[in-house]
Structure formats: C-alpha cells, structure tokens
C-alpha cells in the first residue's frame, strides 16, 4: 500500500514539473511570435529611422497586439535613454505611456546599449512581464532604438 501511494505521488510531482517548463515555453513562444511580428510590421514602414510623426506608428503596435495579445513598444533612443515613441502599455492611470523613458534599472539597457537582445522578466509600472526587447539599429549599425513586446505574468 505504502508503495504504491509513494509511486502515484511521484508520478503526480513528475506530471507537475513536466508541465512547469511548457508554461513558461508557451509564453517565450508568444514574446518571440509578437517580436518577429512588430519588426516585420515595422519593415513595411521602411528603413529605421529617428520618428518625427509616430502616427503609423501607433498604428503598428496597435495592429501587433490585436492580432497577437500582449503589449508592443517602440522606442527612440534618445542620449542615454530609451523613450516611448509609441507604446500600447498604460500607466497606472490608464493612459498610453507616451513619451516615458525606459525605467533606468530596467535589464535590458544595458544589452540594447551593447547592441544585443534582452529576453526576460521586466517590471512595467508596478505590473511583471515576460518581455522581448531588441535593438533598432541604422543603416551604420547604431543602436537608435528599440523594440518591446511582453506578456503580463
């Protein structure tokens, strides 16, 4: 009897930590899936560039989230820092986070800085996310900015 509840209980916590990766792959999946789908959005705009009027811009991150869930970002990297040019990620008010700067002990500054991706956890406003950041470069490789893309935890 004794064996046999400790090989049901075992099974029952092998079934479990099986599952725990799949969780945490499946929303990978859908930070890498939303990524490729803001850049190739933002390829039919053109060549990277700094953003003077960020109209279709909107447009693009917008158009990424309703087909694909989450939140999408683009950023113009100004001096040192990273502002949203346009975002669908709300404020604690509720409003667009229009023209905020990438929160300064964010992660992913740091690797966009060196020209490389960020993939991980983040804090937004107070809310966690599983997130995608990857560099915008010009035409001379420069990082100008980046793009976002994350999912709620």
């Known amino acids: 009897m004794y064996r046999n509840n ?3 209980c075992m099974l029952a916590v092998g079934c479990f930590i099986a599952l725990i990766p799949s969780v945490g792959t499946a929303q990978t999946d859908n930070v890498k899936t939303s990524m490729a789908a803001l850049q190739a959005e933002t390829g039919k705009i053109g060549a990277p560039k700094l953003l003077g009027d960020t109209k ?3 447009d693009v991150v917008d158009a990424v989230v309703k087909a694909n869930g989450g939140v999408a970002t683009l950023f113009a990297k100004l001096g040192n820092q990273y ?3 346009a975002t ?6 509720g409003t667009r986070a229009d023209k905020t700067a ?5 992660p992913a500054i740091a690797k966009l800085n060196n020209g490389e991706a960020y993939y991980g956890d983040v804090t937004i406003f107070g809310k966690t996310y599983d997130a ?3 560099p915008i470069k010009d035409a001379s490789g420069a990082v100008i900015g980046a793009f976002f ?3 709620q935890k």
């Open 6 to 8: 400790l090989i049901a």
């Open 83 to 85: 502002v949203r040019a």
């Open 102 to 106: 990438l929160e300064a002990n964010n």
């Open 88 to 93: 669908t990620v709300r404020k604690e008010d």
């Open 149 to 151: 893309v994350g999912y």
């Open 56 to 58: 279709g811009c909107y």
């Open 132 to 134: 995608g950041y990857e």
